[in-house]
């Protein structure tokens, strides 16, 4: 099965919805920490309370949502495995940028200066960022230009 170039657009958008979301999450839901209860039930409903009127949590929660409602949706005529790595390693890319945007410390401890441009700090980042992005590459047009073929007239 191949798939069209909205199917695969659709599939980007998925793992911008998902991979975006994940730092603005993890920043948002970090006064969970000073949440204190005497019992677990209280602590889990306390801890929901606060995550639902936090509108600094929802709207990504929100928007996260929509990721999977449109993966669900996408799925009904997209080869599984090509949506699969398309939204799981791009949403890793649309993490580390969107982390990076936010400053979060991506990659690492130590800093080299010639990576500073890129706001990595080793070089194995900006490899792994480089050979996700080049599979990513290789499978979407591996199945859009099989798409775009037209079957020769017998």
């Known amino acids: 099965m191949t798939a069209s170039l ?3 657009l659709a599939l980007v958008l ?9 730092p ?5 839901s970090a ?3 000073q949440v204190r209860e ?5 602590q889990w409903l306390q801890e929901v309370k606060t995550l639902v009127l936090n509108t600094q949590y929802l709207v990504p929660f929100l928007l996260n949502q929509c990721g999977s409602l449109l993966f669900y949706l996408t799925l009904a005529s997209t080869d599984l495995t090509l949506a699969v790595p398309i939204c799981n390693s791009l949403a890793i890319v649309f993490t580390l940028i969107v982390g990076k945007a936010l400053g ?4 690492g401890k130590r800093k080299l200066v010639c990576y500073q ?5 080793t070089p194995g980042a900006v490899a792994g960022l480089a050979l996700t992005v080049t599979a990513i590459t290789l499978c979407i047009t591996s199945s ?3 798409a775009q073929e037209q079957p020769s007239p017998l």
């Open 31 to 33: 006064g969970l920490r």
């Open 38 to 42: 005497q019992t677990w039930a209280r």
């Open 117 to 121: 441009c890129l706001g990595l700090h």
């Open 6 to 8: 909205g199917q695969v």
């Open 144 to 146: 859009v230009s099989k």
């Open 24 to 28: 603005l999450l993890k920043r948002a």
């Open 14 to 22: 998925v793992a911008a919805l998902w991979g975006g979301t994940q």
């Open 104 to 107: 979060e410390d991506v990659g």
